[in-house]
């Protein structure tokens, strides 16, 4: 019964998101000023020329009409075409969207893989430690999650690349391109999971639950293995969406320094030259996956610990 | 707790200094502020004199650190850019906690339903997270410093709103405030007395952290080519620049990157501080910062880890 409610509730307010991103995304390309018909037609264009441009892409049309379309559109899979190219965005990301999709994945392997342990055995020596060590991790995770992504990319390319030439630094022909720039964009997220998992394990450790673990002198492997870290985990693990939509930023940045052909380059050099619908087509795309990704944590969260249906219904 | 009879400020100020990161993040903030009193000028000609005879030299006597590939002074052009790099950066503040109170204040103050749709606004837009959003908004008002300004204010917007919303309405229902009302205080003496004191801690202390945020959300737009252009100059256009060079003399593409961390790290810090200096529950404990922390309600989370959830995904340890 709680289930359901929970699922109800959560699956309309994925819809209203969803619905809000697709309004957002239209009034995105109505809110430019200046005559979008005029700057493609070129500034020196007839007006005769102008009133065709709008007229082929339907600007001539009332907002509502106009809004109509987008809608309709959409729900027949179409993200409509370039101004510059006349391609159609869908085949735009079509073909950008293997690089970026493949380097979502591998940073958030990364995260997981770098944050999760580092972010444990943080928690632990904390414990025996102490304070230099507190000091430490909170300066050093801290920094990490101070530099920007694409320092950190540059940084990269000039160690790995230029130094020892031990990677490719540019393209995304081969999957060890894939490398680099998947630290990139994993480095600062992955200091702020450690971080967090960090603090979430010294909380578990002060709940009654665990002094109780404690004294019944388990092994430290039973200790932490069985009773400490999942209970950490559960809580981590609420961070999975916010984490996603960070590493969707950083693609952006970070495919930009090492010139890979996806959706973050496509998306700037659109925005360079002013193809609107391929900036509407790519924020539009960028934001679902993100807010499902949000969703389908929720769900999965609810899942491992049910104690959250209480509080989402 | 012990009371002392100290004057209040001065508790605050022991709070502030109390662990040696306030300290070291006053004393950084007190030096780029300096700097950027100095101004351009303040550093000599050598920030914008090209020299091509001496083009993407490392470090040498008359250039400590090096020149950049039209000749010109690393060291001099970071420090002359301090200025441009913070204005910017508070400029894109001010309006994302002008808009931000605005927004925040007003969803507070309505009925269930259009809280609820504004909620939903406000959560899709920080789903996009900031650079994302930003690039969407200079898409929108064009490239440049003005367009980059407006797209890190917008960017930043949500998470103020969001702040603003989430404390206004968690004052309201408090009991002292229906006690306030209860006794006959107007409606804008509520206002003035309770809701506007209590925000405006909370948003001081964000609000430093944001800046330092905003700084790298603005270098990272210059980076992209959609922020400050040329020949006018910050953090971000310098490293964007470096990076070309980087092989002929690095520090072009460090310098700008360490002066870009620095304040970041500086900016948070003194937001930390800060949210000790506020918070009168944390007036009279000492140095907590080195001790693993016993968890008691009042004193666990301070209002800066609180503010700091909300605005950048990051967590203030302990």
């Known amino acids: ?313 | 707790m012990t009371m002392r009879s100290d004057a209040p400020w001065r508790r605050m100020a022991g709070a502030f200094f109390a662990s040696p990161t306030g300290v070291l993040a006053a004393t950084a903030v007190l030096v780029l502020a300096v700097l950027a009193a100095l101004g351009p000028g303040g550093f000599g000609a050598g920030a914008t004199t090209t020299d091509l005879a001496h083009a993407s030299e490392g470090s040498t006597a008359a250039h400590i650190l090096g020149t950049d590939g039209l000749g010109r002074d690393i060291l001099q052009r970071t420090l002359a850019a301090t200025r441009t790099s913070l204005v910017l950066a508070l400029m894109a503040v001010a309006i994302a906690v002008v808009a931000g109170l605005l927004i925040g204040g007003l969803l507070a103050a309505s009925g269930p339903r259009v809280r609820r749709l504004g909620a939903t606004v406000i959560d899709t837009l920080m789903s996009f997270g900031d650079i994302l959003l930003a690039v969407v908004v200079v898409a929108i008002v064009g490239v440049g410093a003005r367009g980059a300004v407006i797209a890190v204010g917008v960017a930043f917007t949500p998470s103020f709103a969001r702040f603003t919303y989430s404390l206004v309405s968690g004052v309201m229902v408090r009991e002292y405030l229906q006690a306030a009302r209860v006794v006959g205080v107007r409606r804008r003496g509520v206002l003035s007395r309770y809701v506007t004191r209590n925000v405006a801690d909370s948003m001081m202390i964000v609000g430093f952290t944001a800046v330092g945020e905003a700084v790298i959300a603005m270098s990272s737009l210059s980076f992209l080519g959609l922020g400050i252009q040329p020949p006018d100059f910050d953090w971000g256009q310098m490293l964007t620049d470096g990076v070309k060079n980087f092989y002929l003399n690095p520090y072009a593409a460090l310098a700008p990157a360490v002066m870009i961390t620095l304040t970041g790290l500086a900016l948070s810090l003194l937001g930390d501080a800060a949210a000790r200096a506020v918070n009168p529950v944390l007036w009279d404990e000492r140095p907590r910062l080195l001790r693993l922390r016993r968890r008691s309600d009042a004193a666990g989370r301070t209002a800066g880890s609180e503010a700091a959830e909300v605005v950048g995904e990051r967590v203030v340890g302990p």
């Not at chain 1, 979008?36 to 102008?50: L, Q």
């Not at chain 1, 965005?89 to 690089?99: L, Q, S, T, Y």
């Open chain 1, 1 to 313: 019964m709680k289930w359901r409610r929970f699922l109800l509730v959560r699956s309309a307010r994925l819809v209203a998101v969803l619905a809000a991103l697709v309004v957002l995304t239209f009034l995105m390309v109505h809110l430019v000023p200046g005559d979008p018909a005029r700057a493609i037609a070129g500034t020196n264009a007839t007006e005769a020329a102008v009133k065709q441009t709008r007229q082929e892409l339907g600007l001539e049309r009332s907002l509502p009409r106009q809004f109509q379309h987008y809608v309709s559109d959409l729900s027949h899979g179409s993200l409509g075409q370039s101004y510059k190219t006349r391609e159609s965005v869908n085949a735009v990301i079509a073909d950008r969207i293997g690089p970026t999709a493949q380097l979502a994945v591998f940073g958030m392997v990364l995260i997981c893989v770098i944050g999760i342990p580092l972010g444990l055995i943080g928690a632990v020596l904390t414990r025996s430690g102490g304070r230099g060590f507190e000091v430490g991790f909170s300066a050093g995770t801290g920094a990490m999650a101070a530099v920007p992504h694409y320092l950190t990319a540059t940084f990269l390319v000039f160690l790995f690349a230029v130094t020892w030439q031990l990677l490719p630094v540019a393209g995304a022909a081969t999957l060890s391109a894939a490398v680099l720039p998947a630290i990139a964009i994993a480095l600062r997220p992955a200091a702020m999971v450690a971080r967090i998992v960090r603090v979430r394990t010294l909380e578990v450790l002060e709940q009654p639950y665990a002094r109780a673990a404690r004294s019944k002198r388990l092994s430290a492997a039973t200790f932490y293995g069985r009773h400490i870290f999942p209970n950490a985990m559960t809580s981590t693990f609420a961070l999975a969406g916010v984490l996603f939509a960070s590493l969707v930023g950083g693609a952006v940045v970070v495919e930009q320094v090492f010139a890979r052909p996806g959706l973050g380059t496509t998306l700037v050099r659109s925005v360079l030259v002013g193809d609107y619908p391929v900036v509407q087509g790519i924020t539009l795309l960028l934001g679902v996956t993100v807010v499902v990704v949000n969703a389908l944590a929720d769900v999965l969260l609810a899942i491992v610990d049910p104690q959250t249906l209480e509080g989402e219904s």
